[in-house]
């Protein structure tokens, strides 16, 4: 179904509305469930997110600290292919690079098979 600024349809708007309100059920659950054993806040989700909301000058540091963290970088790298669960067992620098190399060919690859069949 494509997007409702597409088609003008009523039905495609109706699609999104209900995924929205899924998708905030679904973080109000999680919001509600999610116990981080890690970190201890010692305050609700709800007040660390309205503490952000009413001061958006410190979520941005907080943003920019955590996007400019060399070691947070390189687990996020890491991460996205995977680091075997519980294991905590990496792969080989290379590996990841090989895998990023297949992932983002790949892409283009489809994309040309798309061109070509239009």
Same mark, same amino acid.
């Given at each position: 179904?494509?997007? #409702?600024?597409? !088609?003008?349809?009523?039905?495609? %708007?109706? @699609?999104?509305? =209900?995924?929205?309100? %899924?998708?905030? %059920?679904?973080?109000? =659950? @999680?919001?509600?469930?999610?116990?981080?054993?890690?970190?201890? +806040?010692?305050?609700?989700?709800?007040? $660390?997110?309205?503490? &952000?909301? @009413?001061?958006?000058?410190?979520? =941005?540091?907080?943003? $920019?600290? !955590?996007? !400019?963290?060399?070691?947070?970088?390189?687990?996020? =790298?890491?991460?996205?292919?995977?680091?075997?669960?519980? %294991?905590? @067992?990496?792969?080989?620098?290379?590996? &990841? !690079?090989?895998? &990023? +190399?297949?992932?983002?060919?790949?892409?283009? #690859? #489809?994309?040309?098979?798309?061109?070509?069949?239009?």
């Amino acid at each position: 179904m494509e997007p #409702f600024f597409f !088609t003008k349809s009523h039905k495609s %708007l109706i @699609a999104g509305g =209900v995924a929205a309100i %899924l998708v905030v %059920l679904w973080l109000a =659950v @999680a919001f509600k469930s999610t116990v981080d054993h890690r970190f201890a +806040a010692g305050l609700p989700v709800s007040r $660390i997110l309205f503490y &952000y909301l @009413a001061n958006p000058s410190s979520f =941005v540091r907080v943003l $920019i600290a !955590t996007l !400019t963290s060399a070691d947070l970088a390189r687990f996020y =790298v890491q991460s996205f292919f995977g680091i075997l669960g519980w %294991l905590d @067992a990496r792969f080989p620098d290379d590996i &990841y !690079t090989w895998l &990023y +190399a297949l992932f983002f060919s790949g892409g283009d #690859f #489809f994309h040309l098979i798309q061109k070509n069949r239009g």
